[in-house]
T-cell receptor, first 111, second 114 residues
Framework: TQLLEQSPQFLSIQEGENLTVYCNSS?????LQWYRQEPGEGPVLLVT?????EVKKLKRLTFQFGDARKDSSLHITAAQPGDTGLYLC???????????FGTGTRLKVLA | DVKVTQSSRYLVKRTGEKVFLECVQD?????MFWYRQDPGLGLRLIYF???????EKGDIPEGYSVSREKKERFSLILESASTNQTSMYLC?????????????FGDGTRLSIL
C-alpha cells in the first residue's frame, strides 16, 4: 500500500510552460516535505510545509499544503531545463522519525 | 554544508556474497537511514537508527542488517546477496529532535547482484 501517491508519474514539457504535480494521501500528515533528485545524486530538500492551507514560494516554485493536511501540490511557473529531475514528496509516519516517500514525478523540461 | 558520503558509487557482487555498504556523515546527526530506490516504487526504508547502537526496522528489512558503532557511521549489510537486491541504495541523515528535520542524502550506491 502506497501512502503517498504522486501524479503524474512522468511529465515532459517545453521550456516556459507551467506545470503542477500532486502528492495525495488518505492519511493526515503533520507535515510534508518536497525533494528534488537530479540524475546521479541523492534527493535534496526543497521545502517543508507544516500548516494546513500553507503556501510557500521558492522562486518559480509554489508549494501548497491541503487544508486537511492529506495532500500537497507543487506548481512550477515558466519551467526551465534546470528544473529537470525527480520530484519526491515525503511525510513523517508512525510517530517516529520514519518518513514515507511518494513514488515520484519525473520531470523533463526541453529547451 | 552537511556531507553524507557513501563508500561506493557502483558495486557489482555475486549471489550469496556478504555485502557491506558504508555511509558516513560529518554533521553529528543523530538519525541515519538506509533506503533502496527502485523505478515505480520510490524510496523504501530498510532500516534507521536514532542513536549509536540503536536501530529500528523500516518497511523492507528482510535480507538486510545494519550496524552503528559510531555516531557518524551507519553500515548496511546484505547477509547473503540475491539478485532481487539489485537496486540503488541511498543513505541519509537528519539532525534528530522534531519531525520536520530535513534528511540529507548521499549520492547513492548502485548495486548489481549477478
Amino acid at each position: 500500500t502506497q501512502l503517498l501517491e504522486q501524479s503524474p508519474q512522468f511529465l515532459s514539457i517545453q521550456e516556459g510552460e507551467n506545470l503542477t504535480v500532486y502528492c495525495n494521501s488518505s492519511s493526515v500528515f503533520s507535515s510534508l516535505q518536497w525533494y528534488r533528485q537530479e540524475p546521479g545524486e541523492g534527493p535534496v530538500l526543497l521545502v517543508t510545509v507544516v500548516t494546513g492551507g500553507e503556501v510557500k514560494k521558492l522562486k518559480r516554485l509554489t508549494f501548497q499544503f491541503g487544508d486537511a493536511r492529506k495532500d500537497s501540490s507543487l506548481h512550477i511557473t515558466a519551467a526551465q531545463p534546470g528544473d529537470t529531475g525527480l520530484y519526491l514528496c515525503a511525510g513523517p509516519f508512525g510517530g517516529t522519525y520514519k518518513y514515507i516517500f511518494g513514488t515520484g514525478t519525473r520531470l523533463k523540461v526541453l529547451a | 554544508d552537511v556531507k553524507v558520503t557513501q563508500s561506493s558509487r557502483y558495486l557489482v557482487k555475486r549471489t550469496g556474497e556478504k555485502v557491506f555498504l558504508e555511509c558516513v556523515q560529518d554533521m553529528d546527526h543523530e538519525n541515519m537511514f538506509w533506503y533502496r530506490q527502485d523505478p515505480g516504487l520510490g524510496l523504501r526504508l530498510i532500516y534507521f537508527s536514532y542513536d549509536v547502537k540503536m536501530k529500528e526496522k523500516g518497511d523492507i528489512p528482510e535480507g538486510y542488517s545494519v550496524s552503528r558503532e559510531k555516531k557518524e557511521r551507519f553500515s548496511l549489510i546484505l547477509e547473503s546477496a540475491s539478485t532481487n537486491q539489485t537496486s540503488m541504495y541511498l543513505c541519509a541523515s537528519s539532525l534528530g529532535r522534531g519531525f520536520n528535520q530535513p534528511q540529507h542524502f548521499g549520492d547513492g550506491t548502485r548495486l548489481s547482484i549477478l
